[in-house]
Structure formats: structure tokens, C-alpha cells
């Protein structure tokens, strides 16, 4: 790479533009980055069109990029697209970075990367915290994992997702701290639920209440974020039910293979599982309060 003076002039290819990916193109474009994406879905690379994004219909397209960029859905999803025999390991030159952001299981990210280091390519693993809003606004956290030197070269880029952008270790351990993450987002939204579940039973103001909390050591980023969204029986998703449960799976199986216990994490799954249950796959996490209505069966006067 020789144009760490220019960086800007570097070209991205961007894998995956869904919930995510659309606004983090958006953000690297705004900040001068020259991004080409291809998504797997034609609806989806149809949109990016029709914003004035430069998208491409398949893989091959962007092997001469100097970094690629994938936020997918799961871990199979990345596993595909980073197959050294199908995938775009095949078209990638030497000395090209490779950052995955989405969340995936930690041991695939390090086999990933260490199949990529074979062809003198560099990898970065770098889940992300914040939710559409916060790529939208490029305030994401970033949690990355790979070799130091690498990170350093592509600071530029998390730079514009976010400010918040941490250097967690080695090779697999920006999905470690994403999976810690995860074990809290799960447990604050189910604490939510709980507290509000107590409160409607003794026909209190969910509204009041929120706002009361709110202000005081309960606070949490589900309060305000999704609190809201709860009381206004919205379940459209940024991060929806299905993610939420593939990330708890990525957690509980790093904690088993480590002999954990974990059982508030055990807990929430048995819950996130009950709400799945009723069809809520596609809703956004906040919906796990409908599995806390079903349990208490209040009816209101
Ligand atoms: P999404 O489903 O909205 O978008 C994923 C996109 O990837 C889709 O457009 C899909 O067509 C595309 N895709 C799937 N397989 C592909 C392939 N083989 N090649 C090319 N494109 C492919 O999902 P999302 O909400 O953007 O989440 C993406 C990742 O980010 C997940 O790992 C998720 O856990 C993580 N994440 C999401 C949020 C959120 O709030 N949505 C927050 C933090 C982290």
C-alpha cells in the first residue's frame, strides 16, 4: 500500500448492504472513500442505484479493491463469501485488507483470517455496536481484532462509522468483545421487560416510569432506545429478534467450549426462543415484551 498519504484516494469494495451496510457506504462515500458494493440480492443492489451508488453484480468486480468491507447477516454468509475455491479469495490481491463487520463466530473469523494471511492478505474482525441509528449517524463502536499494524492502516475507515473504535487484540477478539456485547443487551432488554411487566400490573405509567428511570442508575441504552418503542407497541427492527438469537448461540457456544457458566445468558435465550416462537422472528428486539405480556396475562382496566 502506498498511498497512506492519500488515503482517501483507496478504493472499497463493500459486501453487504442491507440495515447496516446502506448507511456505512453512505458514510465512506461522504467522506471521500471511492466504495463500489455488491449484495447477493438484486432488490437490494437495485436501491443503491437509485441513490447514485456504484454497485457491482458479483464478486470478481471488486478483487482489485484496496480494502473490502462485508457486513452480513450470520457466520455461514461470510464463510461463503470469503471461500478460497467460490468465494472472492480467488480475485483478491496480495496486500489487499480485508475488514468482516458483521457478527459471527469468533473461531470462523480466525480460520477466515488465517486463510487470507496465507495469500499475504491482511484481516481485521470488527463487529460493530449501535444499531442502524448509529450507523446512520456514524457513531458506531467498533470492535477490532487482528494484528495491530493492520488496524493502524485502516483507521481511516472506522473512522468514518465511528468514534468509538477500539483495538480489542488479537485475531478473533474484536468478535469476543461483541459477543460480551451481546450477553448485555440481552440481559438490559429482558431487566426492561421485567420492570415494566411489574409496573402494568399495578396499573402504573410505562411512559412515566421510562422517563423516570431514565434519569437515574437504571439507565441503559434499551431504556431510551427501545424503551419507547416498547410503549408504543413498534416492533419494526433495526436488530431483529432472529440476529439477536444468532449472537446469543455465538456467546453461549464461546462459553461452553471455555466451560462458563453463564446462566443469566442461558435465561435470555429461553426467552428470545419463547418470543421466535410466536412468528416475532422479523420484529425488532423489543418484541421479547409481548413474550413477557403472554407470561403475565394482565389484563388492563
Ligand atoms: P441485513 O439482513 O439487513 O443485511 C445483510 C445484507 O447482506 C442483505 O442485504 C443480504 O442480501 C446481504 N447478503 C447476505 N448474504 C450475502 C452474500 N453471500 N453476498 C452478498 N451479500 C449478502 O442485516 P443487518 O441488520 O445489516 O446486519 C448485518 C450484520 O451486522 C449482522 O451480522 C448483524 O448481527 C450485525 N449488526 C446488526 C445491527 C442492527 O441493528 N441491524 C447492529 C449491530 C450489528
Known sequence: MQKSNNINKFSIGFIGAGKMGN???????????????????????????????????NLRALGNSDFIISILPDTNNVETVFNNDTGINQFLRPGTIVIDMSTIAYS?????????????????????SGGVKGAIDGNLAIMIG????????????????????????????????KMCNQIMVGSHIQAMCEAFTLCKSKGGDLKLLRETLIGGSANSWMLENLGKQVIEKDDKAGFRIDLQLKDLKI?????????????????????????????EGKNGNQALFKTYDRMANIKLK
Open 108 to 128: 470462523s473469523a480466525i480460520k477466515i483470517g488465517k486463510e487470507l494471511q496465507k495469500k499475504q492478505i491482511e484481516f481485521l474482525d470488527a463487529p460493530v
Open 251 to 279: 456467546a453461549s457456544e464461546a462459553a461452553f467450549e471455555s466451560g462458563v457458566p453463564l446462566p443469566g445468558l442461558s435465561l435470555v435465550i429461553a426467552l428470545f426462543l419463547e418470543t421466535r416462537a410466536h412468528h
Open 23 to 57: 448507511p456505512m457506504i453512505k458514510q465512506l462515500i461522504n467522506n471521500g472513500f471511492n466504495v463500489r458494493a455488491y449484495d447477493i440480492n438484486p432488490k437490494v443492489t437495485k436501491k443503491l442505484e437509485k441513490e447514485n451508488i456504484k454497485s457491482v453484480n
Open 146 to 177: 487482528g494484528k495491530k499494524d493492520t488496524f493502524k492502516k485502516s483507521s481511516p475507515i472506522f473512522k468514518a462509522f465511528g468514534n468509538n473504535i477500539v483495538y480489542a487484540g488479537k485475531l478473533g477478539m474484536g468478535q469476543i468483545f
